[in-house]
């Protein structure tokens, strides 16, 4: 696949991510996908799902906005932000009802037009202090 194919088929994961259209979000990867978020241990699919649907639980209205992609190889890194309401419990913290934009970065390794890698990082600090987890700096 060329990058500019692969880059468009990040974007798509991104945008099925939105739209929570599991069918073809869990479509885009390969069932034997190595996932890892944030510098935390591999999941596969099924615990990355999980986890999707956690932060779908907590997050409505989710929207990846493409600030920027970059693709060598098999490789696409896509800077984005990131944002959503905070309507549903997220690692203790209780509703909050406040609007949420962090920034972040997804890397896919893509074979045959699927992506069987994928790296996410994003601002959790960022996230805490918005939803009132914990107080910004003074």
């Given at each position: 696949m060329s990058t500019d194919t692969n880059k468009q088929k990040a974007r798509a994961f991104y945008e099925y991510s939105d739209k929570l259209d599991y069918a073809a979000w869990l479509a885009a990867m390969t069932p034997g996908v190595v996932v890892h978020a944030n510098g935390g241990d591999a999941m596969d699919r099924e615990q990355f799902e999980g986890m999707h649907r956690g932060m779908m639980d907590a997050f409505s209205n989710g929207r990846h906005i493409i600030d920027s992609q970059v693709?060598?190889?098999?490789w696409v890194a896509t800077r984005l932000t990131w944002t959503a309401m905070h309507v549903g419990d997220?690692?203790?913290?209780?509703?909050?009802?406040?609007?949420?934009?962090?920034?972040?970065?997804?890397?896919?390794?893509?074979?045959?037009?699927?992506?069987?890698?994928h790296q996410a990082h994003f601002d959790?600090?960022?996230?805490?202090?918005?939803?009132?987890?914990?107080?910004?700096?003074?």
């Open positions: 693709a060598e190889g098999d997220f690692n203790g913290v209780p509703a909050s009802n406040r609007p949420v934009r962090i920034a972040g970065a997804g890397y896919d390794r893509f074979k045959d037009g699927k992506i069987v890698e959790v600090m960022g996230l805490m202090i918005q939803i009132g987890a914990i107080p910004a700096a003074a």
